[in-house]
C-alpha cells in the first residue's frame, strides 16, 4: 500500500543522493545549486506517489459511492442532525470492514486512540493500524485537494440526484443545504460536531471552502430547477394551446398529446423530390402525438430529475460534441427560450427523452399522416403556400431566429408547428420505398442516417412541404432541429 511506496522512496533517495553528491564533485558543480536540485529530487520523485494515492482513493470513493449516497438521503429522510457525519461514520465502518477484515466498530478504537493521542497499541494490532493510517491519510490527503474533491463529487452526482428524486427526498436534502450553508456564513449557527466535519474536510481552506459552497449552492439549484426559470414563465404562459401543463383526467388522458385516429392514407408525392416516390397507401393504428414540439422548459424538468440527459453527462457517443450547446450549463436554458422548442439535441437524446415519459419517438408515416390531416396538397392548409405565413415560421417571417411554440395557427388536427420553427427527428432511419401497401411501416431496419421532417424557420417555403424529407446522422445536432413525441393509444403514460 502507499507507506509500503514510501518505505521504498526513501531508500531509492538515499542512494540517489550518494550518487549525485559524487556526480557534482566530479564535475565541480556550486554547492548552492547542489541543494536546489537535492531539494527538487524528492518533490519530483513523490508525484507517481501521489498520484498512486489519489488514484486509490478515487477507486474506493467509486467502490463505496452507492451505499454512502444511500445512507445520506436515509438519514436526511429521518431528520437526522447531521446526516453526512453519520454517512462518513458508515461508510469508514464499510472501507474498514473491506480492508482490514473488521467485524466490529470496537476493533479500531486503539488504532484512533493511538492516532488522536500517541497511546500505543498491542503487538496484534499493530499492522493493523498502520493500514489504518494509511487509509485516513489516503482520504486526507484526497479531500484537501479542492480539484479531487469537486471531481469526486461530480462523478457521484447523477446517482445522488436520481436516488434524491426516487425517494422524494428534495425537500429534506434542502433543509439540508441551508443548514450547512448557515453553518459556513456564521460559526455560532453550527453544532459542535457539525464544525468538526467541516473542519475535517475543508481544513477552512479557502480554496476548498468555495468548492465546497458552490457544490451546496449548485444541489440546491439542481433539485429546484423550476424556481431557476420562475421569473421567466408566467403561469398563464405554461398553459398554452400546447396543454404540457394540464392535468391527466377522464377528458384529457394524455395532456399535451393529440389522438389521431387510424385508417389508410396516401403517403408520398408525384411531384415531389425522388425521395418522396412512389406514392402508396399506408394503413396506420391509432396513435396519440404532441401537440408542440418538445420545448426548452419540458426538456428541462426532465434532465432536472434524470441526470443521464443533461449537456456534462450525456454519453459522447451519442451526440457530436454541440449537445445543448446553447443553454448556459446542465439546467439553465439560454435566457427567453424557455417556450422555444428545444434544439441541439441529437435523434438519440430526443428517443431517450419521449421513452423517459413513457413515450416514443413518431414514426415517419405517422407524422405525415398527423401533418397532411387528410389533405393531398403541398402544405395541410387551406389556400396553400400563399397563406404559410398564417401557420408557420419560415426563412420569410422568422426574422432569422426560433420562435415560441404554438404562436401561429394549428394544422386541421390541431397540431402547431408541423411546417416550420424547427425540424422534427422521426423514429426511422433513411432509405428509399419500397412497399406500395404497408401497415404501420417504420422504415428500414438498418442505416446509416435518420429522417429528419418539417422544415425550419431558416429554411424556403419549399423545405415545409408536408412530404419534404432530409436525413442526418443520429448524433448529429442542429441549431434548427428539435423533435416530439407519440405513444401508442392503449399504453399509459409514465408520470412526470
Request: aromatic content about 12%; glycine content about 6%.
Amino acid at each position: 500500500m502507499i507507506l509500503l511506496r514510501l518505505d521504498l522512496a526513501t531508500s531509492y533517495l538515499f542512494e540517489i543522493i550518494q550518487i549525485m553528491k559524487k556526480i557534482f564533485n566530479f564535475f565541480q558543480i556550486k554547492k548552492t545549486n547542489f541543494w536546489l536540485l537535492l531539494i527538487m529530487v524528492p518533490v519530483l520523485i513523490s508525484v507517481p506517489f501521489l498520484g498512486a494515492a489519489v488514484h486509490d482513493f478515487q477507486k474506493l470513493a467509486k467502490e463505496f459511492q452507492k451505499s454512502a449516497i444511500l445512507d445520506f438521503i436515509s438519514f436526511t429522510i429521518k431528520g437526522e442532525r447531521y446526516p453526512l457525519l453519520h454517512t462518513i461514520s458508515e461508510l469508514r465502518f464499510r472501507v474498514f470492514t473491506k480492508k482490514l477484515g473488521i467485524n466490529q466498530r470496537e476493533e479500531t478504537r486503539s488504532c484512533s486512540k493511538k492516532r488522536a493521542y500517541g497511546i500505543s497499541v498491542p503487538n496484534e494490532h499493530k499492522k493493523m493500524c498502520e493500514e489504518y493510517d494509511t487509509l485516513v491519510d489516503l482520504a486526507k490527503i484526497s479531500l484537501i485537494k479542492a480539484s479531487l474533491f469537486q471531481k469526486i463529487y461530480q462523478n457521484a452526482e447523477p446517482s445522488l440526484l436520481n436516488e434524491i428524486e426516487r425517494q422524494r427526498a428534495r425537500d429534506s436534502v434542502r433543509i439540508w443545504i441551508r443548514q450547512k450553508l448557515n453553518c459556513l456564513n456564521d460559526k455560532f449557527r453550527c453544532g459542535r460536531d457539525e464544525k468538526k466535519i467541516i473542519i475535517r474536510m475543508t481544513n477552512f481552506d479557502q480554496k476548498i471552502l468555495n468548492v465546497y459552497i458552490k457544490i451546496l449552492k449548485n444541489l440546491e439549484k439542481k433539485l429546484f430547477p423550476e424556481e431557476q426559470i420562475a421569473t421567466f414563465i408566467k403561469k398563464k404562459d405554461i398553459k398554452t394551446l400546447c396543454g404540457f401543463a394540464d392535468q391527466s383526467n377522464a377528458k384529457n388522458p394524455k395532456p399535451g398529446m393529440k389522438l389521431i385516429s387510424g385508417g389508410i392514407f396516401i403517403m408520398g408525392s408525384k411531384e415531389g423530390m425522388s425521395i418522396e416516390k412512389p406514392v402508396r397507401e399506408v394503413y396506420l393504428d391509432d396513435f396519440w402525438i404532441d401537440k408542440c414540439e418538445v420545448t426548452n422548459y419540458e426538456f428541462l424538468h426532465v434532465v432536472a430529475q434524470h441526470p443521464f440527459l443533461r449537456k456534462s453527462t450525456f454519453p459522447s457517443k451519442y451526440h457530436d460534441g454541440d449537445y445543448l450547446i446553447n443553454w448556459k450549463n446542465d439546467l439553465v436554458p439560454e435566457i427567453g427560450s424557455e417556450l422555444k422548442p428545444v434544439v441541439n439535441v441529437s435523434w438519440y437524446a430526443a428517443r431517450y427523452y419521449c421513452n423517459y415519459l413513457g413515450k416514443r419517438l413518431i414514426s415517419e408515416a405517422e407524422w405525415e399522416m398527423a401533418t397532411k390531416a387528410g389533405t393531398d396538397s403541398a402544405y395541410s392548409i387551406e389556400g396553400g403556400v400563399e397563406f404559410l405565413s398564417d401557420y408557420a415560421w419560415f426563412r420569410q417571417n422568422s426574422g432569422g431566429e426560433i420562435q415560441n411554440t404554438a404562436q401561429k395557427l394549428s394544422n386541421p388536427n390541431e397540431l402547431y408547428d408541423l411546417h416550420g420553427n424547427v425540424w422534427e427527428w422521426v423514429y426511422d432511419w433513411f432509405g428509399v420505398f419500397t412497399n406500395v401497401k404497408s401497415r404501420n411501416p417504420q422504415g428500414p431496419e438498418f442505416g446509416k442516417y435518420r429522417i429528419i421532417r418539417g422544415g425550419s424557420w431558416s429554411d424556403s417555403a419549399e423545405y415545409l412541404r408536408s412530404t419534404m424529407r432530409r436525413d442526418a446522422l443520429p448524433t448529429s445536432t442542429f441549431k434548427n432541429v428539435g423533435f416530439r413525441c407519440a405513444a401508442n393509444k392503449n399504453i399509459p403514460l409514465t408520470s412526470e
